[in-house]
């Protein structure tokens, strides 16, 4: 039956879960599961009335015990709030323990217990797995479902004997109970409910210890030889925490675990972490940038289990509280363990530069946002909670210094271990540890207030004047942060605190960099004589790497918003930044910036009078950075010159830049008859092959995708076909998309990319609109996909596209909570595309 109820989203904070005892009894040739949960709760004051959440279950029996009185209570359903409702027929108060028989579906859409399927040897197969973050633990089993509730939890399951199960803890016992096998796991520590892991499948694990903790890569069969590297990374990170965090990993074993079908990258469950194939799974063939992106997202994970699963946020309004951390940390850790991936380099690109182009917005969010129901709290997992945290702790840390940070850190952890914490904790534990009373306050202001700051830079004699505005695409706005602000000029180097709206740096002489050492999250605007200054320091390399890459990077910004000519930003990196000859891998974030950077400006500028000035300047940038770093991979070279190279070919293919769409041509006919090419130029080959061929080639791709069982291989050939031209191919590419040989985790990869090539974005959208509907089914708010799809609408330039598109999603059928905002931000990026375009036509 259903109900009525209408007592809000949240639960009541009076009844308080201790523990729970599930039994789940999967029936995978059903696709359903049956359970029984037995939660021994608190009752802080008489009650009546019990709530939990629950969301697509069917309820059978509910009984309530309160000492030795058992009763069997009336039972309602809120589907609209997803909740169960326990009306008692008499109060109860203290310890109650609640009985439920139940039964649920095993569905497809990867969220809750959900399933899986695989080939092996050409036959198909089907796992059972959990994805509960941040809402879906009640898809399993009736729970109080806040992070707020941590409470133990003992896990048995009954399955075929021939499978396996693996949950947060050890297993505890094994027993054959009427042919099928009872597997009980050991009880957790106190955690929440979104951390609980449940699997249920034939796997293959590879094994080894770091003292006393078994550390195991588990996959489905076939795959155990691509388990070694990401072992070994595991091992490292886990190494790493223990000492950084100063506290041992909490639990007695570490699953990381490879899931054939999963919506994330990867999801931090306590003891285990399941993953993407493609984010886990490697061997010695595997490209660089995909082992870089493999230990990034393991030390992620990782980094979860102390910050997230250990302490934990009171509330998903501080969902940057473990995301933010756990980016951060994990460039930290990737970097101290393998510092030949480059990565403290990468990461000003990565994270801090993705976190101030996610935040550009005004219909932006503050890192700490208020958010009640689950569309919402969906909605929250972007680049601010990721990128702009992370980069907001970047800040912090260099503000503070790097021991009074850890120490902070590790007060923190201490005090609210297996507990939970809010954002003041945390300032409160890094104010103390360093002794500087301005950290709360100064904190308050980067994460409770949306957007960022452009810091306007003007000499005025050997003074430097400062004025700060909140930056956004389309027109700056008045507000102020308290900017940590470290400078270099002429006459030394220091710091300044900018508080107000404008300030001076005094007696720095000539010139002044701002932001040096690209520590600060905001950008920066010179005016032309300064920045001319500063642009020959970058050449005669008085200037170091970083702050080459940020005036290349706030000067773009500058020009993508109308704020000067794109002429101007092409002159500059022409005259400024060509004098690298022989030192490119020095040189990685300014020419990987500006590689970026040239590729937006041909797609945005593909159809207009501007696209031959763009073409020009790409060429020439493109060939000259292709010439330093060759065609082929040079032994020992460092990991920036195989990233560049790369870049390099997949912009000279997309501008058909002979020379390299024969080499491209060459590559692929050795590939297709079974010859070793380098893995990290494969993704160029593809793409060149596929942008410079008819649409008759595509089969061949096809077919190698269908036949293809190496993840990162996979994902490069299905990326390709989005590469094409034209709407025939466009139109063959997402049919194919739908069809039984890709899967839905990858799916959505194809129109969106296709939405972002300036030969098919007219016909994916048309497709979108027509299709819009099944893809909201397709992907419901828990997979996070499908403001992708509307972020990717955000490559057209014209008027009456934007019309169409902000027409389209005015209709209430074809919005969504957890996509409004998203709507919002990408209304507003294509006026600042139309805007661009007509400044730099003229």
């Not at 399951?157 to 396996?164: A, N, Q, R, S, Y």
């Not at 007695?252 to 469950?269: H, L, R, S, T, V």
């Not at 061997?283 to 250990?310: C, M, P, R, Y």
């Not at 034209?726 to 799916?747: C, E, I, T, Y």
Request: aromatic share 12%.
């Amino acid at each position: 039956m259903v109900s009525n109820d209408a007592n809000g989203i949240r639960l009541r904070k009076n009844i308080v879960p201790l523990n729970y005892h599930l039994l789940i009894k999967p029936d995978m040739s059903k696709d359903v599961f049956y359970g029984t949960a037995e939660i021994e709760i608190v009752s802080q004051r008489s009650a009546n009335t019990i709530e939990l959440n629950a969301l697509e279950l069917e309820i059978e029996s509910v009984k309530v015990l309160c000492g030795s009185k058992e009763q069997q209570p009336e039972f309602a359903l809120n589907k609209r709030l997803q909740k169960l409702v326990i009306k008692l027929k008499k109060s109860v108060s203290g310890k109650v323990l609640i009985k439920i028989e139940y039964k649920g579906i095993n569905n497809d859409k990867m969220y809750g217990f959900y399933r899986s399927t695989y080939t092996n040897n050409g036959k198909e197969y089907k796992l059972l797995t959990t994805q509960f973050e941040p809402t879906s633990a009640r898809a399993m089993f009736p729970c109080f479902d806040e992070p707020s509730f941590k409470a133990t939890f003992d896990v048995e399951v009954l399955i075929d004997k021939k499978l396996e199960a693996i949950s947060n803890m050890p297993v505890k016992s094994e027993k054959i109970e009427g042919g099928l096998k009872r597997v009980t796991f050991e009880r957790t520590p106190k955690m929440s409910t979104y951390l609980l892991y449940l699997g249920v499948g034939d796997f293959e694990r590879t094994t080894s210890h770091l003292g006393k903790l078994k550390v195991s890569v588990v996959t489905v069969p076939g795959r155990k030889s691509m388990t070694a590297i990401p072992l070994e990374y595991g091992k490292r990170f886990i190494k790493f925490y223990e000492e950084y965090f100063g506290i041992k990993f909490p639990l007695p074993k570490m699953d990381f675990i490879a899931i054939p079908d999963f919506a994330a990258g990867a999801m931090e469950n306590w003891g285990a972490i399941t993953f993407r194939e493609i984010d886990l799974l490697a061997d010695k063939d595997t490209s660089l940038a995909n082992k870089q992106n493999i230990a990034i997202t393991v030390s992620h994970e990782l980094a979860h289990q102390w910050f997230g699963d250990l302490v934990t946020m009171a509330w998903w309004d501080d969902l940057w509280l473990n995301e933010s951390f756990a980016t951060f940390m994990s460039y930290k850790a990737s970097n101290a363990e393998y510092p030949e991936f480059k990565l403290d380099i990468q990461y000003f690109q990565d994270v801090i530069n993705s976190g101030l182009v996610a935040d550009e917005l005004v219909n932006t969010h503050p890192i700490n946002v208020k958010v009640e129901n689950p569309d919402q709290i969906n909605g929250i997992f972007d680049n601010i909670s990721y990128e702009k945290g992370g980069s907001i702790l970047y800040m912090l840390e260099n503000y503070v210094g790097a021991k009074a940070f850890r120490n902070g850190l590790h007060a923190y952890l201490k005090k609210h271990a297996y507990s939970n914490a809010v954002k003041s904790d945390l300032w409160n534990a890094i104010q103390a540890a360093s002794g500087n009373r301005k950290i709360a306050g100064m904190m308050a202001d980067w994460i409770t207030k949306p957007g960022h700051p452009i810091v306007e830079v003007r000499m005025d004699g050997d003074d430097a004047m400062v004025r700060q505005r909140r930056f956004t695409i389309n027109s700056d706005m008045s507000d102020t942060w308290r900017i940590p602000i470290n400078y270099a000029s002429e006459k030394g180097k220091g710091s300044y605190m900018l508080e107000e709206s404008t300030g001076s740096i005094r007696n720095v002489g000539r010139w002044v960099k701002v932001n040096y050492g690209q520590a600060g999250l905001y950008r920066v605007d010179y005016g032309d004589s300064l920045l001319n200054e500063l642009g020959r320091l970058v050449e005669c390399g008085e200037l170091g790497e970083l702050d080459a890459f940020g005036l290349e990077n706030d000067l773009f910004v500058l020009a993508r918003s109308g704020r000067i000519k794109l002429s101007r930003y092409l002159s500059f990196i022409d005259t400024y930044y060509k004098n690298f000859p022989g030192k490119s891998s020095e040189h990685y974030l300014s020419l990987s910036s500006i590689s970026s950077h040239l590729g937006w400006l041909f797609s945005m500028g593909y159809d207009y009078s501007i696209s031959r000035e763009i073409k020009e300047a790409s060429e020439k940038f493109h060939v000259q950075l292709l010439g330093d770093v060759g065609f082929e991979k040079r032994q020992g070279e460092p990991a920036t010159s195989t990233l560049l190279r790369s870049y390099a070919l997949s912009s000279l293919g997309m501008l058909s830049y002979r020379p390299v769409v024969d080499w491209a041509m060459m590559q692929f006919d050795k590939i297709t008859k079974g010859h070793a090419v380098d893995s990290n130029v494969r993704s160029a080959v593809y793409a060149t092959v596929a942008w410079n061929s008819g649409i008759g080639v595509m089969q061949k791709f096809i077919e190698m995708y269908k036949r293809e069982r190496v993840p990162d291989e996979q994902i490069r050939l299905l990326s390709a076909l989005a590469r094409f031209r034209g709407a025939k191919a466009a139109l063959k590419v997402l049919a194919f998309s739908k069809s039984k040989f890709v899967k839905l985790q990858d799916s959505f990869r194809l129109p969106v990319l296709l939405l972002g090539n300036p030969e098919t974005k007219s016909a994916a959208l048309e497709w979108c609109f027509a299709n819009w509907q099944k893809l909201m089914r397709d992907y419901p708010s828990s997979a996070n996909k499908l403001g992708r799809f509307v972020s990717s609408m955000s490559s057209f330039s014209d008027a009456r596209t934007m019309r169409r598109i902000a027409a389209f999603f005015s209709k209430p059928r074809n919005n969504r909570e957890d996509i409004k905002r998203e709507v919002k931000k990408t209304i507003e990026r294509l006026n600042a595309n139309i805007r661009f375009v007509k400044m730099n036509s003229e």
